[in-house]
């Protein structure tokens, strides 16, 4: 079965320093798609940044970005240039490709509290 | 309105009571998802419906009853719940159920006294 780990409960960054959030998965599919999610107070689940595996180019999104490391099953979150609404829950998933039933696997998340 | 809707937004009912939570998707998706979050736990999906036929129901209790009408709404009636079964309820959609990004509602908090 394939499990998604973010070893890190807690973070916390100073206000515009950059943070880098841990995740790590296991699986034996070649094809997947990787996720990070943003979960603030609102509880409101948001995507951040979306991964194939497919691709060797890691994927950006404005202040963030992500390192795919896909033969260490590894994608990390960076997020530069902090600011206070990032302050939230992050949660790494992950869901294999195909054309069948593939839903998301989510890892525990990790709190990230920005210092202002 | 854009994207997924969930109402109510908070629930506070008694273990003989039914009710039920709604979810509705305006982005023209196929596949709809109820999770649960529970505090300390990652992320437990409930049920998968895909084309408005249930393809996933993940071990959960028959005191919680999915029901999708169409592809752009779906339930969850509830009735004769546990204390332990207070959560909050996430309803998800996607463009299809295989590896396409999932568009999460607002949540559902729900109490169980």
């Known amino acids: 079965a394939q499990t998604v780990t973010q070893s890190q409960p807690e973070m916390s960054v100073q206000e515009a320093e950059t943070v880098t959030l841990s995740c790590t998965y296991d699986?034996?599919?070649?094809?997947?798609?990787l996720f990070w999610y943003k979960q603030p107070p609102s509880r409101q689940m948001i995507l951040v940044i979306r991964?194939?595996?497919?691709?060797?180019q890691n994927a950006t999104e404005n202040r963030f970005s992500v390192n795919f490391q896909k033969a260490a099953k590894s994608f990390s979150l960076k997020i530069s240039d902090s600011q206070l609404g990032d302050a939230a829950m992050y949660f790494c998933?992950?869901?294999?490709?195909?054309?069948?039933?593939?839903?998301?696997?989510f890892g525990k998340g990790t709190r990230l509290s920005v210092i202002a | 309105e854009t994207g997924v809707t969930q109402t109510p937004r908070h629930l506070v009912m008694g273990m003989t009571n039914k009710k039920s939570l709604k979810c509705e998707q305006h982005?023209?998706?196929?596949?709809m998802y109820w999770y649960k979050q529970s505090a300390k736990k990652p992320l437990e999906l409930m049920f998968v419906?895909?084309?408005?036929?249930?393809?996933e129901n993940n071990s959960v209790p028959s005191r919680f009853s999915p029901e999708c009408p169409n592809s752009s709404h779906l339930f969850l009636h509830l009735h004769t719940l546990q204390p332990e079964d207070s959560a909050l309820y996430l309803c998800?959609?996607?463009?299809?159920?295989?590896?396409?990004?999932?568009?999460f509602g607002p949540g559902t908090r729900l109490t169980v006294l």
């Open positions: 998800a959609s996607s463009l299809r159920s295989g590896g396409d990004t999932q568009y």
């Open positions: 699986t034996s599919e070649s094809d997947y798609y």
């Open positions: 991964q194939e595996a497919y691709k060797q």
């Open positions: 998933a992950y869901t294999r490709e195909g054309s069948g039933n593939t839903p998301l696997v």
């Open positions: 982005l023209g998706h196929n596949a």
């Open positions: 419906y895909n084309f408005k036929e249930q393809t």
